[in-house]
């Protein structure tokens, strides 16, 4: 007679696969990315180009108003980028603040890597098109107010 702390024997199978049409496999499958998951990440990380001090300076307010730094990104990188506007409001208004500054922070880590992979590629200008460049904006401020 069976005693009751038995287990009936098994096929073996590898430990590390689970069973066709198990729970597990059911929630591998639900998060592969598909094509439109592979856009829509592409568009919106695809970040504006600016100077290498735009991004600092998104960095520093990023840190201290959350969200901030990600507008001005939006509003003075080229082109101009309503979906980095919509994510700083998302950032700033956000309510739990340890879910904000976790945003924020990883967000201000892809920009800088997007930004230090693409002038790895050569693909960075100095002073891209279109862009601030602080010496212009004084060279602006003096011939408006002089």
């Known amino acids: 007679m069976a005693q009751f702390n038995e287990f009936p024997p098994t096929e073996e199978r ?20 598909d094509s439109a998951d592979s856009e829509a990440w592409r568009i919106v990380s695809d970040f504006p180009k600016a ?12 840190l201290f108003l959350p969200g901030i730094g990600t507008i001005l990104l939006g509003i003075l990188g080229r082109p101009f980028s309503k979906i980095q506007v919509f994510l700083g409001i998302l950032q ?6 340890f879910l904000r500054y976790i945003w924020v922070i990883g967000w201000t880590v892809l920009i ?6 693409a002038r790895k590629a050569g693909a960075v200008e100095e002073n891209p098109k ?12 003096h011939r408006i107010f002089s």
């Not at 700033?92 to 603040?97: E, K, L, R, T, Y």
Request: hydrophobic residues 50%; aromatic residues 18%.
């Open 14 to 33: 590898p430990k590390s696969a689970a069973a066709p049409g198990s729970f597990m496999d059911k929630i591998k499958n639900s998060l592969k990315m």
């Open 51 to 62: 100077h290498i001090a735009l991004y600092v300076v998104v960095a520093i307010l990023n």
């Open 92 to 97: 700033f208004f956000i309510w739990p603040w």
């Open 112 to 117: 800088f890597v997007r930004y230090f992979q």
């Open 130 to 141: 279109g862009a601030y460049d602080i010496n212009s904006i004084e060279q602006n401020n």
